[in-house]
């Protein structure tokens, strides 16, 4: 493979390295609401039972009904919430698994790259090397003779 098609795999690669880890960070911020979003519920949660009626007043059963219905539904939201937090943070970690593999790839392309240009010039030397020793054993050949 010539140098010029590694660096365009390479170049792709780090294209696709860098879409992950666009990726990543929008579902970090995902994320990171969600948290939000459950701080803000079991905030409100703790106000509302903070405010809880007191034992000696006088309250309908309704009422009653109703507050312990309110906060059984801020309990499951708190529930679900916490489901969807974990749902984010399992594709986060799938999403960070993606990144990863690509930006191994990118490493693997750059070393590949380096070891190529490293052959490259190796094989350079190499030729030179055996040019200057030709064009010395021409000139010791041709000194021995004249």
Known sequence: MQLKSLQQVLLQAQEQESAEVRKLAAMQGVLDQEHQQRSNLAKHQQIYQQQAPAAGQHLTVGYLDEYSAFLQKLHEALQQQDVRIQYFVDQLAVQRQRWHVAHVRVESLQMLITRYE????????????????????????????G
């Open 118 to 145: 490293t052959d490259k010039h190796r094989q350079a030397m190499k030729r030179e090397q055996n040019q200057l020793d030709e064009f010395n054993q021409r000139r010791d050949r041709r000194d021995d003779h």
